[in-house]
């Protein structure tokens, strides 16, 4: 989360990547390092110990979350 808000009080656009388990304390450290607001992009839990087939899987189908939450825009 540090790193995330690092990022973001530099104006950079973030997300934060928090497995499922972990949401709520993601959510109360975001707004003790004063980013109540924080876009988190809740992954699966857990991930430790997944295959690589399966990680490139979840990689694959949060992606396209993980740009709109930046609000990038896609073709």
Same mark, same amino acid.
């Given at each position: ?6 990022? $973001?009080? $530099? &104006?950079?656009?973030?997300? @934060? +990547? ?5 949401? !709520?304390? +993601? *959510?109360?450290? /975001? =707004?003790?390092? =004063?980013?109540? &607001?924080?876009?988190? #992009?809740?992954?699966? %839990?857990?991930?430790? =110990?997944? *295959?690589?087939?399966?990680? @490139?899987?979840? /990689?694959?189908? %949060? %992606?396209?979350?993980?740009?709109? !939450? #930046?609000?990038? &825009?896609?073709?």
């Amino acid at each position: 989360m540090r790193d995330a808000v690092i990022t $973001l009080d $530099l &104006k950079i656009p973030t997300v @934060a +990547g928090v497995c499922e388990e972990f949401v !709520q304390h +993601g *959510s109360t450290m /975001a =707004g003790v390092l =004063g980013h109540p &607001k924080m876009e988190l #992009l809740i992954l699966p %839990y857990p991930l430790e =110990g997944r *295959s690589d087939e399966d990680l @490139a899987q979840i /990689a694959e189908q %949060y %992606y396209p979350k993980l740009l709109q !939450q #930046l609000g990038a &825009k896609t073709a």
